[in-house]
């Protein structure tokens, strides 16, 4: 007998006809002898309408009782399906996340899984039981309700699955497969079969949200095979695996875009030691994430520093370095919030050259201005004004003969 975990996504779970659409996917799986953990999101557009009232009741909302709040959306679908299971006469029981011992770090809004006890859902599974599990949520060890970041359902089911040893991992969205890029950006975007885990960390971390990135780096690590796929269709989609001697080594096999970033730079910094530390201390120590980096010397032992945040972080990025640019005698400091991030990525761009160059005559070809460039062996990504930033992704897929043929 095989377990297998199947999460559904938010727009597979938006209203009550899908979550019995689900259930009937779910008790199918279950008819075939198969034993079935669900994995479930809120239903699409209940957590940002979450965030949204947190918001109208405090400035800055607590952010323990934000998770509480946050947590309800997963509780709410799980509740309703093992219902609308238990109404088809099948055994269902829905979990949260603390009593399914999802233990996390104390993050409030992005906390990491540390260990999960599976013990309580063995033993429903023992027992015979459909098994629905609310995503997105655990506990830290005091038992405070925490949240794994936004998508992170995704990386419920695969911590469920790597920590139940199940023999799939389906993750059910609203479209059939993981493509070349974005196909709701991108018509021409091709259905990959396979990708690999490096490839994928590389496109979830570089926008392309279809999997949470933490999701891959779990499954990557626990080599948990994961098969992504629509809700809707009985197709096949995409697996995503370990890279093995045989798979298709395209020079790039992806184009991304992250509209989540903004840019702030420090004009006529002193160029002396100590002054970048200066410079990025107060944001680690607001949790702030930066993403890129670039210094440029200028003369006269001055430089310039630009560095790029999320957008939410923008304004609070911003605060702090014009405190910081005081102190260290910078100039002045600016920011502007209407950049995007555009990425090539692949394999096989560890032995091809020419891929940087070709990128960057590209987007010159489309009179595109590149703000920021940033490199790993198998990505190149730029910033780039946000207005073009759809157009970049169609010129950069055709350009890397990713477009399919036909239509
Ligand atoms: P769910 O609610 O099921 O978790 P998400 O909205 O989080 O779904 O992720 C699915 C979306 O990811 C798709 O609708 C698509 O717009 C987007 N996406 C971005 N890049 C890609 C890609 N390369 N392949 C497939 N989907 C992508
Ligand atoms: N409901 C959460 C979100 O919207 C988690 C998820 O859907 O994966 O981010
Ligand atoms: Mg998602």
């Known amino acids: 007998m095989s377990l297998i975990v199947q999460k559904f996504g938010g727009t597979s779970v938006a209203d009550?006809?899908?979550?019995?659409?689900v259930a009937e996917r779910v008790a199918k799986t279950f008819d075939q002898g198969n034993n079935v953990v669900v994995v479930l999101s809120a239903m699409a557009g209940i957590t940002d309408g979450l965030i949204d009232m947190a918001n109208q009741v405090a400035v800055s909302p607590d952010k323990r009782e934000l998770d509480v709040l946050l947590a309800t959306g997963e509780q709410t679908t799980a509740a309703l399906l093992a219902m609308t299971l238990q109404s088809m006469n099948y055994p269902?029981?829905?979990?949260?996340g603390y009593q399914a011992e999802i233990i996390t770090n104390r993050n409030y809004g992005s906390a990491r899984i540390l260990e999960i006890g599976a013990d309580r859902i063995k033993k429903l599974i023992e027992k015979h039981n459909i098994v629905v599990m609310a995503g997105f949520q655990g506990c830290d060890a005091e038992g405070n309700i925490t949240t794994l970041g936004r998508g992170g359902s995704d990386t419920s089911a695969v911590a469920i699955a790597a920590a139940l040893n199940a023999d799939k991992c389906e993750i059910f969205t609203d479209v059939d497969g993981i493509y070349t890029a974005d196909p709701n950006i991108c018509e021409k975007a091709r259905k990959l079969s396979v990708i690999s885990y490096d490839e994928m960390l590389e496109m979830s971390g570089l926008g392309a949200k279809v999997l949470q990135i933490?999701?891959?780096?779990?499954?990557?690590?626990?080599?948990?095979?994961?098969?992504?796929?629509?809700?809707?269709?009985?197709?096949?989609?995409?697996?995503?695996?370990n890279e093995d001697s045989d798979m298709e080594r395209l020079v790039v096999s992806g184009v991304t875009l992250n509209k989540d970033a903004a840019r702030i730079t420090l004009k006529k910094v002193p160029d002396q030691p100590g002054v970048a530390a200066k410079i990025f201390s107060p944001i680690a120590d607001e949790k702030i994430l930066v993403d890129m980096i670039i210094q440029n010397t200028r003369a006269e032992g001055l430089?310039?520093?630009?560095?790029t945040v999320s957008k939410k972080d923008f304004i609070k990025a911003l605060e702090i370095e014009k405190q910081v640019a005081q102190q260290i005698g910078a100039e002045k400091v600016f920011g502007d919030e209407n950049i995007a991030k555009v990425s090539v990525t692949g394999v096989g761009m560890r032995s091809h050259s020419g891929v940087a160059s070709k990128v960057f005559s590209t987007l010159a070809g489309e009179n595109i201005n590149i703000l920021m460039i940033s490199t790993s062996e198998i990505r190149i990504s730029c910033i780039i004004e946000e207005k073009y930033g759809e157009l970049a992704v169609r010129v950069l897929h055709k350009a890397f003969g990713l477009d399919k043929v036909g239509k």
């Open 92 to 96: 269902a029981k829905s979990i949260l």
């Open 16 to 21: 009550l006809e899908r979550i019995r659409n």
């Open 214 to 241: 933490r999701s891959v780096e779990f499954a990557k690590k626990y080599n948990v095979s994961v098969h992504v796929r629509s809700s809707f269709s009985e197709e096949e989609g995409t697996m995503v695996v």
């Open 303 to 307: 430089t310039d520093l630009t560095f």
